[in-house]
């Protein structure tokens, strides 16, 4: 049954992945010094967690230990709410009539920062839905933060409008700089 098969699974999480699936992208060093996380549940016998664990690390992934419901909360912030926003990006501009002109012009930003609206629709569609809650939670914040920098651009206060960019690039560069994450 499955509930007997509950103490054998392990549920582990990569962050190693691509926008383009399939064994024709494969990468035999996908997982070196990439975080894994581990998110255990109490029915999860602590020996095979911990093999699980070895595992990650033999092939030279970091790992990290999160319950499920942190590990949702975080990913819906910082991979989830990306892939939205890069879905949402993308379709704003090219909905618009100068939409593909447009695009003609993007550059490294626009390439950057839209790479993962390449995704497959059935995967982020599913995920976008099984964490629907944390997501549009985080869709709210998010939301919130680009009101306050178009408050700041109607208004034409180039302080605040600086000071936000500047929070925003700060932050940038002390998480670059960060490193392996607490346990949750």
Known sequence: ????????????????????AGVAHAEAVLYQDRQVILTPLAETDSALAARAQALWEAVGSRVCRLSPE???????????????????????????????????????????????????????????????????????????????LEAAMSAGDSARLRALIDEASQTRSRWRLGGQPTDL
């Open 70 to 148: 942190a590990h949702d909360a975080a990913f819906a912030a910082v991979s989830h709410l990306p892939h939205l926003a890069a879905f949402a990006l993308v379709n704003a501009v090219a909905r618009q009539p100068e939409g593909a002109q447009y695009l003609a012009l993007a550059g490294p930003g626009f390439r950057d920062f839209s790479r993962i609206a390449a995704s497959s629709a059935a995967v982020w569609g599913d995920i976008l839905l099984v964490n629907r809650e944390q997501v549009l939670h985080q869709s709210q914040l998010m939301r919130a933060a680009l009101a306050e």
């Open 1 to 20: 049954t499955l509930g007997s098969a509950l103490s054998r699974f392990v549920p582990a999480h990569p962050i190693a992945g691509k926008e383009m």
